[in-house]
């Protein structure tokens, strides 16, 4: 019987560098079987490995409507992800997964949808794009703010541009005071302040908000002034992980694992857990 | 009317086991003072009296403090992997306190909702839990605050009274009477009750507290002794969180899981470097939380036993138990 903690194995057939510290990783399965059974939500996660230096968890970034290859995206930062870093096309790689609850997209349907991102947080943001632009029809505007320290920490830069074309769709792309470049046209400020500058139109909205703590912390104000309700208030949370099944003991957040019932939470739910994430 | 066995039939029958193939572990005395449970190289070996309980827990048999989950091996970019599954003895455990045994049954819910361990599952199906009922307490014993008691017969598979000479016997599940079928004699002898240690706080206190005080200075001023040593853990009968790494080169090596322990500051250290629990106040919160609210909450049980091995264990004595009697009297 397989084990629950043994991998399917991943042929890597893209690898793209983003930053000097961020990449991803487009891999398949080397099984037909596995490939044809595997299925996901986007907002889901897997538990990637490179054999010999362990396991790390990142967020599938792909849309579950692509079915030739899963990505997923990291910066390195430590072992598994240096081991990571050195992957190359034709590599084999392990994964375990989908877990988690992912997005939900269908009750997201006949909405507006703000999506605000900080650094590292655009690819989680990027698989919900690319399914709502693939299921156009079924959402409304869609605003896009994302910001990083310096123009060189931007990811997904090209996709960003090519977003900004769709109809109903539009892009502000931000970075730190200090962090601009001579020819940087984006904006120069902070994602919190930056949204609020843009004056979305806040009817009808849904928000999916991913960063650094102090982001979300800063953007929550601006958007309860909106009359953006906490139900509607989306965020992914990135609490260490080990199993991803819901028994090593290690992800919870107070009562709630993250691992089986996040990592996806209102901040309507976030607001009644304890600070412990 | 009961059904008994000498201590010296009962040694016998441990190395009919043992002859057998099974592993037979129990009480072992590894050092001057320390008491272990142990497999035992002969039916010898094992203790019976002159402690209160091992110093360590049953868990390891079957959740191991070091296990192979599988194997891997690199031919250029090609992977393969291989089970790592031995074949399992059968195991029995003998001589075990009641406090170990009701563990594993509480284990047996978060090793199998939704996702089922077959690591685990398989080492608790090939064991036998012989259990002998506790004769003595010491201070660190609290097992009838949370419901169990000296004789309490969850988890066992057989429950074994001391009369002096022999043993009572009594079989509980089907495990535990193919061991000892037509190996006892009727008696008219019978052990009497034992009560255990007073009571000294009680759970739903406990969790009121922790859930309604999550953010008070209480656990940091309570803890500021504590080490993070994670002894308490390591020899908990039902702290189960663990840690999955790959130990080997870049072209062979196993993927193990080993025991972990919230007392440790990694434990819960983001990529990031954010920590949602940076200080050792919040990461002994964190124990008693998991023990006495949020497993009760998910699967309607306290992930304690009271055997005390965290107070035994802990070098500034300390433990769970000074927390909750101080949690209970800050009421």
Redesign the interface.
Known sequence: MPDIYTPDLMAVVGVRRHTPDVKSVRIRFQSQERASQFDFRVGQFGIFSAFGYGESTFNICSSSNWKDSLEFCFRKVGRVTEALWRVEEGDTLGFRGPYGNGYPMEKWEGKNLIFLGGGIAMPPIRCAIWYALENRAKYGDITIVYGARTVADLVYVNELEEWAKRDRVRVIQCVDPGGQTPEWKGEVGFVPTVFERAKVAAENSVVLVIGPPIMIKNTLPILDKLGIGAHSVYTSLENRMKCGVGKCGRCNAGPVYVCKEGPVFTMEQLQKLPQDY | MSDILTKAGLRELAKEWIAEGKVVAGPVQTKPGLVLYAPLASADDIVWEGFVRPANSVKEFVFPRHEL??R?H?EG???E?T?GEAELAAQILLGVRPCDAAALPILDH??N???????YNRRREATTVVTLACSSHDESCFCTSVGLGPQAERGSDVMLFDLGEEFEVRCLTDKGRALFAGKTQASERTAPLSKGPKPRFTPEHIKQFVDEQ??SPFWQDETLACLGCGACAYNCPTC???????E????N?E?V?NW?S?QFVQ??????G?N??PEQG?RQR?RV??KF??YP??FGEILCTGCGNCTRNCPEGQGLLTLLTEIEHAG
């Open positions: 989950l599988c891997y690199l970019n090609r992977v992997l089970n978060v090793f909702w939704d996702y089922r361990d077959e690591a999550f953010a189960h969180c663990f840690d999955i790494v790959d080997g080169n870049s072209q090596g993927r899981r972990d919230c434990f819960t250290l983001h990529a990031s954010h949602p629990r919040s964190q939380l998991h609210s949020i909450d998910k």
